[in-house]
């Protein structure tokens, strides 16, 4: 049943209109027999009111009821019977629109014939078309009741969904509102550690060295604070509404981020400033790691950063030559270059990073309207 009736709603409607006015107009041949000119103007007319019966559904069984009356035709009236059925849940207008089908069939044309001649046949062939009537009018009801509850079960099923959708948010809430408090507890702590002891050692400092050493450590572990909050600040945030979020670094901020590092860094070229903050952010991010690991691997090298642009695409180029220090004995995730790597591809770039000449280099390359 449920595959003929997805059959049945895949054929055009203008096909099941055309079949419908095929069947009557073969009802209408069947019972034609010395039939005047008014009999085929009633039936031409309700064969083509069947045309109109999916938008006004009343107005065509009205015109066929003179093809009822006149030629006691039956496909037509029915076809629009039951079309105004499946669209409408006015039942005493059901009801009204079956009477006047059985009454003009039952009483024919003239309208005195059967009053006068056999009004008990009039009243008993009444009752059959009342009976025929009530065919269609309950196949409508039913049509339209299973249209009510599909879209009922329909709504469920979204309301389902859409409640299992909040769930699921607000288990990642909870989660993202955990990982956001260990952060803080943890990472904040040992920063803040940090920084006070740098703060200490910049003041108890004789050697210039080693006080302006102490400073730049300071002010590493403030940015870095900085950051932390505004990661925290985004995972207590997601799934929600919130804006309140920090402002996230564009190229502007690179000529800082290189000062600050106290690297000996060489800078050159420039990226164009209406790049979308996606691609500055990545600019940003991958100069970010790029010194990083060039502090933790290589210190002492000289680095050189090349910010470049053409037509189609642009990027970034970090060098570093053979470190001349140790390098240092830090905690590493190994992920500060495949996160990046990430960003740039759902950027719809690429990033290199491997030994160059002999040092490392990263290059990022990005379109210049990424997605």
Not at 86 to 105: K, M, N, P, V, Y
Not at 130 to 156: C, F, K, M, N, V
Not at 224 to 250: C, I, K, N, Y
Not at 357 to 364: M, N, S, T
Request: proline share 6%; with cysteine.
């Amino acid at each position: 049943m449920n595959r003929l009736l997805a059959i049945w709603q895949r054929i055009p409607p203008w096909v099941t209109d055309l079949l419908a006015v095929a069947i009557a107009v073969a009802d209408t041949l069947l019972f034609y027999y010395d039939q005047g000119a008014l009999s085929i103007g009633a039936s031409a007319l309700a064969c083509a009111a069947l045309l109109i019966r999916r938008r006004w559904p009343l107005i065509a069984f009205a015109l066929t009821l003179p093809a009822a009356l006149i030629a006691n035709i039956l496909a037509a009236p029915i076809i629009a019977l039951l079309a105004l059925a499946s669209r409408t849940r006015r039942r005493w207008l059901l009801f009204i629109c079956g009477a006047l089908f059985a009454a003009a069939e039952a009483i024919g044309w003239p309208l005195t014939n059967l009053f006068t001649a056999d009004q008990n046949w009039t009243a008993v062939t009444f009752v059959y078309q009342l009976a025929t009537a009530a065919a269609p009018i309950l196949l409508g009801q039913l049509t339209l009741a299973a249209s009510d509850l599909r879209a009922r079960i329909a709504e469920i099923e979204a309301t389902k969904q859409h409640e299992q959708d909040l769930y699921a948010q607000s288990l990642l809430t909870q989660e993202r509102n955990q990982l956001a408090r260990e952060m803080h507890d943890v990472v904040s702590h040992q920063v803040s550690l940090i920084s006070v002891q740098a703060g200490a050692l910049q003041v108890t400092a004789t050697d210039p060295e080693v006080s302006s050493a102490a400073r730049s450590i300071r002010t590493m572990a403030a940015t870095t604070l900085d950051e932390l909050r505004s990661m925290v600040m985004l995972l207590r945030a997601a799934g929600t509404r919130s804006p309140g979020l920090a402002p996230q670094p564009t190229i502007a901020e690179l000529t800082d981020l290189i000062t600050a590092s106290g690297l000996p860094v060489t800078a050159m070229g420039e990226l164009p400033r209406d790049l979308p903050p996606a691609a500055q952010r990545a600019v940003y991010r991958t100069v970010q790691e790029a010194l990083t690991n060039v502090r933790k691997h290589a210190p002492g090298s000289a680095i050189r950063v090349k910010l470049w642009s053409d037509d189609k695409s642009c990027g970034v180029i970090i060098k570093n030559s053979r470190a001349s220090e140790p390098p240092l004995s830090l905690p590493s995730a190994q992920l500060g270059l495949l996160g990046i790597r990430e960003r740039a591809e759902l950027l719809g770039g690429t990033l290199v990073a491997g030994p160059s000449g002999d040092g490392f280099g990263v290059q990022l390359t990005l379109p210049r309207c990424p997605d």
